[in-house]
């Protein structure tokens, strides 16, 4: 009998969120009513094309986890909460470990994105699965410099060239894995997923993302969120 294979959502919430500059992690923030990585899980939870989430959290909160998120909101797709690590990439490590073999498609997301829709999850997976590799983004609105250490400008780039990225990232799940465990052994610091897949040479694919994707990162993010909440309401 062949073999069904699923697909996973990796939600990365373990980082310390020292730009949002409280005193406990970020994701634990009310945005409405419910916290930010609430909405998060919320998204996936509801996605008919997710068969399971690996909740990635900070040091010592799985149980906290436990009753404040999953239970009292219910979720039933979260198989797992595992701790995060130091850097984002251990993070995602911690969570792809927590994956078994039966996984096609794996997508990472960033806790702080809670306003990621069911229509970017399904075009991720569509892609991953022709290509193996791709990540939301969006065209840059603004004009960018690149400067030396003087802060002096060297370069202006072609802004029809850049993209602003997002997650979720999409990927084959043996390839990411992989990608991972090969990294491991390397110094380097990735600041997203797709770089570690680019490093061995392989193409990532953009989809469009979203400009209401936001990464809740510094306080003005909340009045932003809090913005893009109320409008989906409206027109709800
Ligand atoms: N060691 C880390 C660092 C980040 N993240 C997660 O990766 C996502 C993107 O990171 P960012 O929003 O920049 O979060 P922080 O690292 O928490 O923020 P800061 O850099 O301000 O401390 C977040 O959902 C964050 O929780 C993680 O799981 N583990
Ligand atoms: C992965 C990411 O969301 C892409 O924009 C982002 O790089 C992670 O955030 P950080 O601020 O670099 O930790």
């Given at each position: ?16 969120g020292?730009?949002m ?46 009753q ?18 130091e850097?984002r ?6 969570g ?8 096609n ?8 994105r809670?306003?990621?829709?069911n229509?970017?999850?399904e075009?991720?997976?569509?892609v991953?699965?022709?290509?193996g ?12 410099k690149?400067?030396?250490e ?7 780039p072609?802004?029809?060239t850049l ?6 990232q999409?990927?084959?799940y ?63």
């Amino acid at each position: 009998m062949e073999e069904i294979l699923k697909t996973s959502a990796i939600i990365v919430a373990a980082g310390k969120g020292r730009r949002m500059g409280r005193e406990y992690n970020k994701q634990y923030i009310l945005l409405g009513n419910k916290p930010i990585v609430a909405h998060t899980i919320e998204v996936f939870e509801d996605s008919s094309l997710i068969d399971e989430i690996i909740l990635v959290v900070g040091k010592g909160e799985v149980d906290l986890v436990k009753q404040i998120i999953i239970e009292k909101y219910n979720f039933k797709k979260v198989i797992s909460i595992v701790e995060g690590g130091e850097r984002r990439q251990d993070s995602v490590y911690n969570g792809l470990r927590a994956i078994d073999n039966n996984c096609n498609i794996v997508l990472i997301h960033d806790g702080a994105r809670p306003f990621i829709t069911n229509n970017i999850i399904e075009e991720g997976i569509e892609v991953a699965n022709k290509t193996g590799a791709c990540i939301a983004a969006v065209p840059v609105k603004d004009t960018i410099k690149v400067s030396n250490e003087s802060m002096d400008v060297v370069n202006t780039p072609n802004r029809e060239t850049l993209w602003a990225v997002q997650t979720p990232q999409a990927f084959k799940y043996q390839l990411v894995m992989n990608a991972y465990e090969k990294l491991q052994n390397s110094n380097i610091e990735a600041t997203d997923d797709a770089m570690i897949i680019e490093r061995l040479g392989y193409t990532v694919k953009i989809i469009k993302g979203s400009y209401e994707n936001i990464k809740i990162t510094t306080p003005e993010d909340l009045i932003l969120g809090e913005g893009i909440l109320k409008n989906r309401k409206v027109e709800g």
